[in-house]
């Protein structure tokens, strides 16, 4: 289990954009299972919808890729690189994400090479999934 402080020693990301609140299991390289605490006082919120708060599917989806982002750049040959988005496919949102709501975000690495890879990943809130995508990504040392 990472908390806050090692998960910012592992992505570049920082508030309001860093998306994850801890990692509950982490595999280098293979899959990395985080948590999202949503609340009310997320900065999104005051225009996504101000009359009924949902978070934003693309921050969901961000979500995602951060939780991926933790599990390959954990791997030393990895570490101090930033990993971009190259696509993003089969992107289904069947659940909103509400205030209030825990998000679990789970993410398996199905390809890694030297420059890139390839994640399938599926954000739920309970037993209800709200999200499922495969994510593209490259790795760059230009942070």
Do not use: W
């Not at 998306?19 to 919120?45: I, M, P, S």
């Amino acid at each position: 289990m990472l908390n806050i402080e090692q998960i910012k020693e592992i992505l570049p990301h920082r508030y309001p954009f860093l998306l994850l609140d801890r990692v509950d299991e982490l595999a280098a390289g293979e899959r990395c299972v985080a948590t999202k605490c949503v609340t009310a006082g997320e900065q999104f919120f005051c225009g996504h919808f101000p009359a009924k708060a949902v978070m934003p599917g693309v921050l969901i989806i961000e979500a995602l890729a951060q939780a991926g982002a933790v599990a390959v750049l954990s791997l030393p040959q990895h570490k101090g690189k930033t990993a971009y988005f190259a696509a993003i496919k089969e992107a289904r949102f069947k659940r909103q994400v509400v205030p209030g709501d825990v998000l679990t975000l789970e993410m398996e690495i199905v390809k890694i090479r030297s420059t890139s890879g390839i994640g399938k990943g599926v954000a739920t809130v309970g037993n209800e999934v709200a999200c499922e995508a495969e994510i593209m990504f490259m790795f760059s040392s230009d942070a």
